[in-house]
């Protein structure tokens, strides 16, 4: 395939599924409306994509959210068209974690600053159609990106100020060669220049023009 195909369809390919995602998912109902009231009134905050696209981005970091289970419960009706959940700073921990399993479309999971660990990574690494994750400011380890590997859509991954190393990043991306880990330095370590050896009184030279 021609260069020039190639960069028109990385550049228009995540566009079409976007296109194809907001598409199967139907206009918002009564029941949804509903829903969506339910989370806000647990302090979430709910934001149709676009006036033709009802998925879903949802919001619990901003105010003060004590974030228990109800609050993610109350997000299970909405699962078929939620997009986007942030949990930035809120107490979220191993504990709540595996509600995340009830939230199969996630695109984008926001987890910095939250209270997980590796354990935390078990039913995150459920979420198939994963595109990307933060996980700066948390207790992860590279033990945890283990669970990541079959999260094949996933592009993006934040780790700044976790216990992932460049080895553990690097192991993963044999799984995930397409995304992007930001927060470990996997540049190659420079090389040594080359230095040519002196000559000796041994080495033979090249005898001067007279």
């Known amino acids: 395939m021609p260069l020039a195909a190639l960069l028109a369809a990385a550049l228009f390919a995540p566009q079409e ?5 907001a598409a199967a998912v139907p206009p ?5 409306r509903a829903a969506i009231a339910a989370v806000e ?7 149709q994509l676009a006036q033709n696209d009802a998925r879903l981005d949802v919001s619990f970091h901003l105010g003060d959210v004590k974030l228990t289970a109800k609050h993610l419960d109350a997000l299970v009706p909405l699962a078929d068209r939620l997009r986007e959940l942030n949990l930035r700073g809120t107490p979220f921990d191993d504990d709540l974690s595996h509600k995340l399993t009830l939230l199969p479309n996630l695109r984008k999971l926001h987890l910095e600053n939250t209270r997980i660990t590796d354990a935390a990574l078990v039913p995150v690494g459920t979420l198939e159609k994963l595109e990307y994750l933060n996980l700066y400011g948390t207790d992860v380890s590279d033990a945890g990106l283990k669970n990541l590997r079959g999260l094949v859509a996933l592009r993006t991954l934040y780790v700044w100020d976790t216990r992932v190393t460049p080895d553990g990043a690097l192991a993963l991306l044999e799984d995930l060669p397409e995304a992007e880990i930001v927060g470990v330095d996997l540049s190659p370590e420079p090389r040594e220049p080359l230095v040519a050896p002196k000559p000796t009184a041994d080495t033979p030279t090249e005898e001067k023009e007279e």
């Open 17 to 21: 599924s976007e296109s194809a995602d």
């Open 41 to 47: 009134a647990l302090g979430g905050q709910v934001v």
């Open 28 to 32: 918002l109902t009564d029941a949804d």
